[in-house]
């Protein structure tokens, strides 16, 4: 009882560190996890925390923080999973806020945010050598890159959300085929048990009920963020263009220019893209004075998080006797390969606002050069960053 107690505070100061310490979007945090994890301290083997991360990249939800919670659960069961997620979530949501509170002065005080006009790039560097890396590891066949090209062309041309789903689930299907290939394994027997699975739509016909009889804004933010936690598939490049059409162009809740601003502000943050929601909640609710502003960041962070978490924790209980199908495990290599081309097009995407300038291309090489020559973290590339704004 002892040693897992240690083991368990060990991974939770792991994760803490990581949350301070993990820039660069989703596709940077499976690689960090990685190292971390698998690497360092052998949890589990990477084809099994591959496995891991791409169940939660067909789930909806936050894909990284989904992959680092179900890790918890699997070490420690659900108490360690839930601390794993206030962990791995409070600061990026604490920053957001404080970000949120604090951008009417900024704006009123004239402050220009030019300087981040180096980060970008490096963002994309940061990208691009994730899905290196993750191609590296998973891609190790023809079906295999036919697969990841057809996923990462799928997902750079369509822009529609169900794309990332689709494409992932349809990488499985085509690798389920070679089935026969796989050994056959006793004991299939699945027991699901739907309590988290009820949670999810419980609380999902509880906050729209609620919102519509109270009109508190409060809840309705909540209901907000839950509905769209429960349908974005992709992760945060998923996330900005449903946010943005919904709060900026339908309610109107903040300005585009804030929200772009804020937007910019959130590549600075580690831990979860998704907590840019807090920043977000934090401006809509800017008349209710800072208190309500505090509320707001906190009902959007946990309505954009708790879906995603719910799914995960319905899943990962019948995940191991689902794998022992012969078809199941045939098509994780399709899941596999897909799920790194949708790693290649993030980075496709990412680079468009850049207008391919030279100083951009520059320095999305030079990251990756760095990265896989050097030790150097990612979180110092982004603040050489940060200070060549400043200079130039």
């Known amino acids: 009882m002892q040693i897992k107690k240690i083991r368990n505070y060990i991974f939770l100061k792991d994760v803490a560190w990581l949350s301070i310490m993990a820039f660069g979007g989703p596709q940077v945090h499976i690689a960090l996890f990685i190292d971390m994890f698998v690497k360092k301290r052998a949890y589990l083997s990477e084809k099994d ?6 169940l939660c990249q067909i789930l909806p939800g936050p894909s990284s923080t989904q992959t680092i919670v179900a890790l918890g659960f699997k070490i420690g069961g659900p108490t360690l999973a839930y601390l794993t997620l206030l962990i ?14 604090g951008f009417s002065y900024f704006d ?3 402050i220009s945010l030019d300087f981040f006009r180096f980060v970008q790039p490096i963002a994309v560097g940061l990208v691009a050598y994730a899905a290196f890396r993750i191609i590296r590891l998973v891609v190790n066949t023809y079906t295999g890159f036919v ?4 996923s990462t062309l799928a997902a750079y041309w369509f822009s529609s959300p169900w794309v990332f789903p689709l494409v992932v689930v349809g990488g499985g299907l085509v690798t389920a085929f070679n089935f026969r290939r796989q050994e056959k394994e006793p004991d299939k027997k699945i027991k699901i048990r739907w309590g988290n699975f009820v949670l999810f739509v419980g609380v999902a016909l509880l906050a729209a009920i609620l919102g519509g009889l109270t009109k508190s804004l409060p809840v309705r933010l909540f209901e907000n963020f839950y509905r769209n936690g429960s349908f974005i598939f992709g992760g945060g490049q998923v996330l900005i263009p449903v946010l943005f059409t919904e709060f900026v162009q339908f309610k109107h809740y903040l300005s585009a220019d804030e929200f772009l601003s804020g937007y910019g502000l959130a590549q600075l943050v580690p831990g979860p893209v998704f907590s840019f929601t807090s920043f977000i909640g934090t401006l809509s609710m800017r008349s209710y004075g800072i208190w309500g502003q505090i509320l707001g960041a906190f009902v959007s962070a946990v309505g954009i998080f708790l879906p995603g978490i719910f799914l995960i924790f319905f899943v990962i209980r019948f995940w191991e006797q689902l794998k022992k199908y012969r078809v199941v495990k045939a098509s994780l290599e399709g899941i596999h390969a ?14 468009i606002p850049l207008s391919g300038s030279i100083i951009s291309i520059v320095i999305i090489i030079t990251t990756i050069l760095i990265l896989e020559f050097t030790k150097a973290p990612p979180p110092l590339l982004i603040f050489l960053g940060l200070i060549a704004g400043f200079i130039f």
Not at 49 to 54: D, H, Q, S, T, V
Not at 147 to 150: A, H, N, R, V
């Open 338 to 351: 897909a799920s790194s081309g949708l790693v290649v097009a993030a980075a496709l995407l990412l680079f």
């Open 147 to 150: 697969l990841m090209s057809i």
């Open 88 to 101: 791995w979530c409070l600061p990026a949501v604490t920053m957001m806020t404080v970000f949120g509170l």
């Open 49 to 54: 925390f591959m496995e891991l991360n791409a």
């Open 108 to 110: 009123n005080q004239s």
